[in-house]
């Protein structure tokens, strides 16, 4: 059974940063995508940013040029490097992954992880 256990998260000032981590359990095989996404109170879920087994990368608008994905598929490990760091950030961010099994897409979340950022 795979499991995502994320990790990183906490309180921190505008302007500074935080790294989140995500490993993964339970699959011999790695995954063809793996990323984050986030939710603030009374919003949708929403992308934050993803990788894929390429190195091809995805990220939200609102985060470029601030966050970096990267990954360690050795490890089936997720990184995101989040600097500086803004009150719209504030949000449960939830560590994603996701391969095919033949034409079958599964996927999974881990439990989220708190991130709030103080103005």
């Known amino acids: 059974q795979v499991q995502l256990v994320e990790s990183g998260g906490g309180l921190v000032q505008a302007g500074g940063s935080l790294r989140l981590s995500c490993a993964a359990s339970?699959?011999?095989?790695?995954?063809?995508?793996m990323g984050w996404h986030r939710q603030a109170p009374g919003k949708q879920r929403e992308l934050v940013a993803v990788?894929?087994?390429?190195?091809?990368?995805n990220y939200a608008d609102s985060v470029k040029g601030r966050f970096t994905v990267s990954r360690d598929n050795a490890k089936n490990t997720v990184y995101l490097q989040m600097n500086g760091l803004k009150p719209d950030d504030t949000a449960v961010y939830y560590c994603?992954?996701?391969?095919?099994?033949?034409?079958?897409?599964?996927?999974?979340w881990g439990q989220g992880t708190q991130v709030t950022v103080s103005s």
């Open positions: 339970g699959r011999l095989f790695g995954f063809n995508r």
């Open positions: 990788m894929a087994s390429s190195g091809s990368t």
């Open positions: 994603n992954a996701g391969h095919f099994e033949g034409s079958r897409w599964n996927d999974y």
